[in-house]
């Protein structure tokens, strides 16, 4: 029943964004021009860049691309559509499905932001496989905590603001896991040497993930 | 059900008459009278380096202990006024969020002063540090929220959500990641710190005294600024009351004189 509400919401939300293609576009072309604009700032020779800097800047870089791709979620809709889904829709059912949809569309982001950052930057990365792992938990963990801190920015009024100072303190323990997972990623280590960081991003996750499932609900009927 | 209802009342009012005894208030003073007394000239064990900043323990450490309790009482408050919306919970939130503030506030800064003398530098990029500074931005961004809502309960509500999701997030942010990175800190990457063999038993009786002294402290002043808040509030609806009576007198009149 839950699973089937998601889909149909999921439907909805993807088929909203790609109707009035100029929000995803304009996402799209903010990556781009982000990388562009540190590529020109550092002035760098391809591959001249040390891996620390890389990683930091790619992570910074995906963090802001991030806010803005998510803080959207919840201000875009008239307050007369909210009312509408309010009547027809469950609260989780709401939470999950823009949750997913965030998670789709970070995944989206990600790969381009690394396509264009590889082709300007180099690529430096040694592990292939615990790099895109640690993207795809990335994109998990960002999606999930920001969909929720949009939704209580998106009640308070003048959100972007708000929704950068509640969010950057409640995701900065996420992002250092992510960067040292990436960084163990780029150097090439095994698999074993990240376990436990990648323990703590999943755990993470999930309380994030339960938290929001059980908040959402008491932020929806306010 | 009934009987569910008493017991509750019978918890709040607990809670209220507790704020109004004065033994844990005499002993409070007393504790951290010791404390200070004996934290700063009680003999203690002679250690490189540390020398005689080893005394901080007994006012640096126990802010964080105090923090912590006062932050958990600060989310269970939030948790309650989710279950149950009553202005009140969340001025006990708000409040013990405050002392809670505070608390990290004097220690991040006996911190930093302590760092200064033993590792050299103000900040130093410890992992603890950094997490203790994050912590108390999550705070910060609690009250600027609660400030950019106009709204009672819209504020309470939206509020207590964010208190909650912010503390799971501060929880591994003060426990785990300090765990997984090397440190300076005391009792970090095998450093001597809180451990049984590093104490000697004179620190351990006065840290303990302090540790209970400062946290009870925070809870006065916890306890202080609710009863204000409470107060303030039973003033402002009386003078609506009053307000709205005289309004209605004075139509009253009115209308008697224009008959």
Redesign the interface.
């Known amino acids: 029943m839950l699973f089937r509400e998601i889909i149909i919401l999921l439907k909805k939300e993807v088929v909203l964004e790609w109707r009035q293609r100029y929000a995803l576009n304009g996402i799209l072309l903010y990556v781009v021009s982000a990388v562009f604009v540190c590529y020109l700032s550092f002035n760098l020779q391809q591959g001249a860049m040390d891996v620390i800097t890389w990683n930091a800047l790619f992570w910074i870089i995906m963090l802001f691309v991030a806010f803005n791709a998510i803080s959207k979620s919840f201000m875009q809709e008239r307050a007369g559509r909210l009312i509408y889904y309010y009547t027809i829709a469950s609260p989780q059912g709401i939470i999950l499905s823009k949750m997913l949809y965030n998670l789709i569309l970070m995944l989206l982001l990600a790969v381009t932001c690394l396509i264009f950052y590889t082709l300007v930057m180099g690529n430096p990365v040694q592990h292939g496989w615990l790099f895109s792992g640690n993207l795809l938990l990335g994109a998990c963990g960002f999606s999930a905590?920001l969909t929720?801190?949009s939704g209580?920015a998106s009640?308070?009024?003048?959100s972007n603001t708000?929704m950068a100072?509640?969010g950057?303190?409640?995701?900065?323990?996420m992002l250092?896991?992510i960067i040292r997972v990436s960084k163990n990623a780029i150097d090439g280590l095994a698999i074993e040497v990240s376990y436990?960081?990648i323990l703590?991003l999943l755990?993470?996750n999930v309380?994030?993930g339960l938290?929001?499932y059980i908040?959402f609900p008491?932020?929806w009927k306010? | 059900m009934g009987n569910n209802n008493v017991q509750k009342a019978d918890n709040k009012q607990i809670v209220n008459k507790l704020f109004r005894k004065s033994w844990w208030k005499i002993a409070t003073v007393v504790l951290l009278v010791y404390t200070v007394v004996a934290g700063l000239l009680f003999d203690v064990p002679r250690l490189a380096i540390l020398n005689e900043t080893v005394r901080v323990l007994h006012f640096h450490v126990p802010m964080w202990f105090g923090m912590i309790i006062l932050l958990t009482f600060s989310v269970v408050y939030s948790v309650k006024y989710?279950r149950k919306p009553e202005l009140q919970h969340d001025i006990y939130a708000v409040e013990f969020a405050n002392a809670g503030v505070v608390f990290g506030i004097l220690g991040i800064i006996s911190g930093s002063v302590w760092a200064k003398f033993t590792w050299g530098a103000w900040w130093s990029n410890d992992p603890k540090q950094n997490g203790a500074a994050?912590?108390l931005?999550?705070y910060?961004?609690y009250f600027?929220?609660r400030n950019?809502?106009e709204d009672e309960?819209?504020k309470a509500?939206?509020s207590?959500?964010?208190n909650?999701?912010?503390f799971?997030?501060l929880i591994?942010?003060l426990f785990?990641?300090p765990r997984?990175t090397d440190s300076l800190h005391p009792g970090n990457g095998g450093n001597p710190g809180f451990n049984t063999y590093d104490m000697n038993s004179d620190l351990r009786k006065v840290f303990y005294t302090a540790v209970l002294g400062w946290t009870l402290l925070g809870g006065w002043l916890a306890s202080m600024r609710i009863r204000m808040r409470i107060i303030k509030q039973k003033i402002n609806e009386k003078h609506e009351e009053n307000y709205l009576r005289t309004d209605h007198l004075a139509a009253v009149e009115r209308e008697s004189h224009s008959l």
């Open positions: 905590t929720m801190i209580i009640k308070a009024g003048n708000l100072i509640l950057f303190p409640v995701i900065i323990p250092l896991m436990d960081e703590v755990s993470i309380i994030v938290l929001s908040l008491f932020l306010s | 989710l994050i912590g931005l999550i910060f961004a600027i929220l950019s809502l309960q819209q509500k939206i207590a959500v964010y909650i999701f912010a799971a997030a591994p942010l785990i990641l997984l």
